[in-house]
Every structure is written in C-alpha cells, then in structure tokens.
C-alpha cells in the first residue's frame, strides 16, 4: 500500500527508495516514513469534510508521533495540532507550527504548561476538569488574557473497537461526566469565568474504532447536552470536537473504513441532530493521530541471532524491539512483516520474532510465515508510523533508532539516531561519589 512495492532487486521500496540502501546509510533499526502517504491521509481528511459543507478542522494528534518534521508536514497540509505537554507543544512552536491552530489537551496541565501555552497563544484549551478551568482563568487573568476553550466531557460511549458501551457515567480518568451533571455545572462555570472564552465541548471515544456507530451515538449524546444546556442557560455552542480513534490496518485482522466514511457519518450525525433541534450547524473538530501517521511508517531492522528449540518454537532475534515498539508488549498488538531484501521469497518457516531486550515479553511478533532467514537479513515491520516512535524507550540503555521521511526516490533524515553520548547526557554524578572524594 501506499508507495511501497517490491523492486526488481526483490527488495521492498517506499517513496521510491530501496530500503537495502537505506539500512546501509543510516543503519538499523530505522524507522521509514512515506511521506506521501502521510499527506495522502491528511487530504483524505480534508477533502471529506470540504465535501460535508460543515466548517471543519483536523487536528492531527501529535501524541501519535510528535517531531519537527511531522509538524511542518502537518502545517502545510493545512491541518491543525493536538498537544497533550509542553514537549509537544514546544516541538510545535519549534517547527514553526502557527500557535492559533494548536489545541492543547490533557487531564493535569501543570502551571508551567498552561503559562506556556498562554504566552505563545495557542487557539483552544480543551479544559478536562474544575481544578484545570480556574486555573486557567486565573493564569489568563494574569496575563490580561481571553482563551478560548472547549469543555472534555465524557459522554457515555466508550468505544472497544467492535462493541460500544454505553454508561451512564463512564469510569474514566478524562473529562466532565454527563451523566452526573458535572458537565453541566463545568458549562455554567466556564460561561461565568471573565477569561474563558467557552467554544463548545470535547469527546473522544477511543481509539483503534473500525465502526462509525461509536461516533453516531457520542454525537447523539452531545447533542442532547447542548440542547438542554441552550434550553437552560441560552448558552449555545459553536464548536464540537469528537476527537480520534479511527482504526487502521495492522493485520488482516483489523477492518477499518475508509476515512471518508468515518467523516461523512459524523457529519450527517451533526447534520441531522442539530437540525432536528433547530440548533444552527456547529464547527466539527476530530483529532485523528494513528490514522494520519499508523500505515505510512515501516521499521526496518537487521536479523542477528536465532534459536530453534525443535517441535516447539523458532526464535528470530532482531537489533531493536520493545524500546522501538513496545506495543506488542503492551496491548498485544499484532503486526505483519517479510524480509525486506529477499520480499520476492516464498515463506518456508515460521517464526517467531523477538527484540534484544532482556526481558522474555520482548517479542514483536509470534508465529510469522518467512523464507528461511539469516543474520544479516533485513527484516521490515509495517504499520509502526504511530505510538512506536513516540513511544520509544531507552530500556536496557539501547538508544533510540533514526527516522527517515521517504518521498519520490529521496530519502531525507528526520531525527538522528541517538549516539551512546547522547545516552548518557543527563546523568551526573555527585561530587561526594567521585573516586578523587573518596
Ligand atoms: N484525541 C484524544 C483526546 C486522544 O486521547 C487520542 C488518543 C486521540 C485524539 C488520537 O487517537 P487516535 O486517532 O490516534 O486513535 N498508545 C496507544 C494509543 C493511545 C491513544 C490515546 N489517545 C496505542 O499505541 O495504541
């Protein structure tokens, strides 16, 4: 899918690019972004919505895979930007990200983040509590500022990709129930607030969803909630975000829609709701992270030892693993991959692929169906452009790999790989531990 495809080498391409060159010059692991197909996703995003007739903004969830480059691609593919820390916010600001299309999120904003924000003007707070929007408004006061803000509520439908529960108060960690009239109360506060600027409200379902019936009834629901707040308070919302989750296809397993399909339900769900109140069209705001990045990234990683244990298991070591993509570990993701420079092989064994970490829940994937492999074999892992970058860890001090952006035959570094100075950088050793003190 997207620009990748097998070369008449037999080795595995993307943006143009022989993935044998790639490891060569940049080593492995590396993580390998085709660029196009990320634009692609972003203009499948914006087309959809364009066609809906609704005012609209994308925001791309950085959260999936926050660095300099992805920003500026983000920027000019006209997209907005979800921001969950000050990292996130600072590598936005750093990239030249225009602060008026970020929106900054999270359930415990410290003081440093919200001055940050207020002091590089960002375009929405999504406020997830009571502690968060006095906060605000007290730092904005401070600051002679007016924020515009969209209220986190939790609206009752928790998504778990094929089934969708609905609660009447949702046991979650984010944002204002709608069930227990916390929602309401955070509505009737924020209007009273001098510096908050309330814009409307805030969902997100889950994540990884293949179904558009999540997002229906969360739309129903807060619907219901901005018409018994207009009713009440003559309060009337201009903006609603419901946030991400569109799935995407790691394995044949997963059977997600095609993003037109997503937008176009959410649309018409906005469309028939508010109409049937007589409530004029809100802006539609979503926040897609993985869907925008997820299949546009492959990690590239070199074969090195391997154990066959008979009747039971072959175990095929790779250089990286769960400090590059720990989420097989973590949700037990599943993954596919072939050997990048013999992809034109037919798969004789099955094995089982394991990381370099020492610990035994160190696995990428079991049971995968691959010519016989040798070390020095390349082996490329699809479907990891979201949460496995941004996810990385420096477990067991293996420092984290390089990302290139691929795009018509050129292959542009986007993050170094970390050197072993860079592992230990921050470390200091006090005075009184040094051998000359002692
Ligand atoms: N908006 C909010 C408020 C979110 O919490 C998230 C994801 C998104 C948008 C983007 O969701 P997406 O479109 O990427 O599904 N580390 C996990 C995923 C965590 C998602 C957290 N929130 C993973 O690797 O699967």
Known sequence: HGTSKINNSGHLEIGGVDVVDLAEKFGTPLYIVDEALVRQ????????FNETGLKFQVAYASKAFSVKAMCVLAEQENLSLDVVSDGELYTAIQAGFPAERIHFHGNNKTVEEINMALEVGIGCFVVDNFIELHM????????????????????????????????????SK????????SAREAVIQANELPQINLLGVHSHIGSQIFEVEGFRMAVEKVTQFAVAVRDEFGILFTVINVGGGFGIRYTEEDAPLPISQYVHAIADAI??????????????????????????????????????????RKYLAVDGGMTDNPRPALYQSKYEAILANRANEEATEVVSIAGKCCESGDMLIWDLNLPEAN??????????????????????????????????????????????????????????LQKSSL
């Open 41 to 48: 996703r972003a203009r499948e995003y914006v087309q959809a």
């Open 271 to 312: 469309k028939t709701n508010f109409t049937a109140a007589d409530y004029a069209w809100p802006e539609i705001w979503v926040e897609p992270g993985r869907s925008m990045v997820g299949d546009a990234g492959t990690t590239l990683y070199t074969v090195g030892t391997s154990k066959n244990i008979p009747n039971v």
């Open 136 to 171: 605000l408004n007290d730092l904005a006061a401070k600051k002679d500022k007016v924020v515009n803000v969209l209220l986190r509520i939790t609206p009752g439908v928790e998504a778990h990709t094929h089934d969708y529960i609905s609660t009447g108060q949702q046991d």
């Open 174 to 181: 984010f944002g204002f129930d709608l069930g227990n009239g």
């Open 375 to 432: 070390s020095g074999d390349l082996l490329a892992v699809f479907c990891t452009g979201a949460y496995n970058y941004a996810m990385a860890s420096n477990y067991n001090r293996i420092r984290r790999p390089a990302v290139v952006f691929v795009k018509d035959g050129q292959a542009d570094l986007v993050v170094e790989r970390e050197s072993l100075d860079d592992i230990v950088c921050n470390d200091v050793i006090p005075a009184r």
